[in-house]
């Protein structure tokens, strides 16, 4: 028995019993074994077939492929085992008890290690989430860090958030822009980790955020920190709201995946292909959809769907706040107020991440109607499939508010 494989038996929850010798057979002069060094078989036909020494480099073979049938085979032979062919009773059922725990404890041991060496991925945002998901099908499955109704802007870690950081392989985001709570624990918990921020992707179709009119940020808003200015004065990084970018970022994945888990990679090339399929139909879906509703004003609750808007064609005339960790002030609420009856605005869409109560406020007496506009797809259940949920209910939000107005 090699060195190391001694070391790992005599860990076993029977420890050191594990390597006892098996007790001698009557009328037989063979020498003492371990018992993890003997099995005695029974042939086909049911009966007692000569004692067979098996190494135990082979049971372990065996183990890695049927450890229960082992354990079924022993308790049959236990249980077949006479006075004249076989051990005394006491020692035969130490002995069996003995490689019953060492096959179970084989079997746990090489799960364990077999999960430990499985790709741990890890997603922040359900869009991302669904995505990585879809072109991890059959390879495995990535986890998600910000679930349900949580605003990546502000989401706060959770310790089972800070384990899953500190055991992934990779972790994919948006990028500082969006998980802004996210970009110091990135930097402490993720480790060795393949830490992508898809905003980095210089193939994506990138727009400026939008200034000017209910675009441009509240006077009474206070000013924001250096580093929040910097993001508001570059890129909207909402961009996963395009299909076509959606695409950009597959193929981002598809390559940081296959570089990670090499095994896969032929799998993650075929799973994008017919996702992207997916999403050119998603696209050629919605130009129709879409289409009697491209010249209704509406206003979103924050600026966050301008890739969608002009991908789409929509006419969406401004947000209700920048910021959506900050309360518009009353100079804004006013001139918002009256953009809605200067344009006939026929929505005022509000968030789940936020509360809707300002948008009532608004409203007030004007004709707009109240409705529900999602990023993130707080009430979609996460998976592969997700994406696609998250897009087709924008749009279908959308028609239902914007459509029964001519």
């Known amino acids: 028995m090699s060195k190391n494989l001694h070391t790992e038996l005599s860990q076993t929850p029977l420890g050191p019993d594990v390597l006892e010798p098996m007790p001698h057979y009557k009328h037989a002069d063979r020498p003492r074994q371990p018992c993890i060094g003997r099995i005695l078989a029974r042939q086909q036909t049911g009966n007692i077939g000569t004692p067979l020494l098996i190494n135990a480099v082979q049971i372990r073979q065996r183990l890695t492929i049927e450890p229960i049938r082992y354990v079924i085979i022993l308790h049959n032979f236990a249980a077949l085992l006479d006075g004249n062919n076989g051990i005394e009773m006491k020692r035969r059922s130490h002995c ?3 490689l019953a725990v060492v096959v179970l404890w084989t079997a746990v041991n090489l799960s364990n290690t077999k999960a430990a060496t499985k790709l741990q991925v890890v997603t922040t945002i359900m869009p991302v989430h669904s995505l990585v998901a879809a072109v991890m099908q059959g390879a495995g499955e990535p986890s998600l860090l910000i679930k349900a109704a949580n605003s990546p802007h502000n989401y706060r870690l959770r310790p089972s958030d800070a384990r899953l950081l500190s055991t992934a392989n990779v972790v994919f985001w948006i990028g500082k822009d969006i998980e802004i709570s996210l970009v110091k624990p990135l930097e402490t918990l993720s480790g060795s980790a393949r830490v992508v921020a898809l905003s980095k992707n210089k193939n994506l179709n990138l727009l400026k955020t939008r200034e000017g009119g209910l ?3 509240d006077q009474d808003e206070p ?3 250096r580093e929040k200015q910097e993001i508001r004065d570059s890129f909207d990084t909402h961009f996963w709201l395009n299909p076509e970018n959606a695409k950009i970022m597959v193929a981002e994945i598809v390559r940081q995946l296959s570089a990670a888990d090499k095994q896969h990679a032929n799998l993650f090339a075929k799973n994008s292909a017919k996702l992207n399929a997916e999403l050119d139909q998603l696209v050629f879906e919605l130009d129709r959809t879409l289409e009697p509703i ?3 004003p509406y206003i979103v609750f924050h600026d966050a769907y301008q890739y969608f808007e002009k991908r789409f064609n ?3 005339i401004g ?4 910021n959506p960790e900050q309360a518009p002030g009353a100079r804004r609420l006013s001139d918002i107020r009256t953009k809605i009856l200067e344009t006939n605005t026929v929505c005022v869409f509000s ?3 936020f509360k809707p109560a300002v948008i009532k406020t608004i409203i007030g007496n004007t004709p707009a109607k109240q409705a529900v506009l999602d990023p993130l797809g707080a009430d979609i259940t996460p998976g592969p499939q997700a994406y696609f949920k998250l897009i087709r209910a924008m749009a279908r939000s959308l028609l239902s508010c914007l459509g ?3």
């Open 294 to 296: 491209r010249a209704k």
């Open 319 to 322: 947000s209700i706040t920048i």
């Open 351 to 353: 968030e789940p991440q």
């Open 314 to 316: 929509l006419n969406a």
């Open 223 to 225: 000013e924001q920190p």
């Open 215 to 217: 675009w441009e940020r």
């Open 404 to 406: 029964t107005v001519n």
């Open 96 to 98: 069996f008890v003995t």
